[in-house]
Antibody
């Protein structure tokens, strides 16, 4: 069974950094891209970033490009999202998902709150 | 960026009703369109991929159609457990983009 578990969320002040992790199991991790999607409180879904299976290709939403960095460690079956220069508008529940161009398995999310 | 719109933004229907949601892309995305269901407090769930393919294990009352810029998602007979928000999402180009969602309620 595919399982994705996000961690690393919390409350942080504007301008500070946070690193999220997405630990995966139940599938051949190094054969699949992984995506991050976020959802601000009471709002819709916003795609954030994706990393290819090898880690060689990454893409970002305009709203986070230059501040967020996605990476992966295939030996640990884990994807990371390094979030720098956080803003209040980054407050959201962050999900990771297995990406086959469609997101067929999702974690339960980790909450990031950016507030002074 | 490819903009996705959905209509209606919300709807209320009776159990057994046929429910239809439309999704429009700002440019041709061929059939690179997925549909998700999100129940309150839960992670989204993939229902339809590539515009019309039913994800494994998803009830057959859910279906999708369309190509190019105009897509339709249908629940053939609404059930109480279908109360959720439904999102379309394109993968023709980066950044991937979601529609704003359609909230479905029971009348």
């Amino acid at each position: 069974e595919v399982h994705l578990l996000e961690s690393g969320g919390g409350m942080v002040q504007p301008g500070r950094s946070l690193r999220l992790s997405c630990a995966a199991s139940g599938f051949t991790f190094n054969s699949h891209a992984v995506t991050w999607v976020r959802q601000a409180p009471g709002k819709g879904l916003e795609w954030v970033s994706v990393i290819s299976a090898s880690g060689g290709d990454t893409f970002y939403a305009d709203s986070v490009r230059g501040r967020f960095t996605i990476s992966r460690d295939n030996s640990r079956n884990t994807v990371y999202l390094q979030m720098n220069s956080l803003r209040t508008e980054d407050t959201a529940l962050y999900y990771c998902a297995k990406d086959r161009d469609y997101f067929d398995s999702w974690g339960q999310g980790t909450l990031v709150t950016v507030s002074s | 960026d490819i903009q996705m719109t959905q209509s209606p933004s919300s709807l209320s229907a009776s159990v057994g009703d046929r429910v239809t949601i439309t999704c429009q892309a700002s440019q041709d995305i061929t059939n690179y369109l997925n549909w998700y269901q999100q129940k309150p407090g839960k992670a989204p769930k993939l229902l339809i991929y590539d515009a019309f393919n039913l994800e494994t294990g998803v009830p057959s009352r859910f279906s999708g159609s369309g190509s190019g810029t105009d897509f339709t998602f249908t629940i053939s007979s609404l059930q109480p457990e279908d109360i959720a928000t439904y999102y379309c999402q394109q993968y023709d180009d980066f950044p991937r983009t979601f529609g704003p969602g359609t909230k479905v309620d029971i009348k």
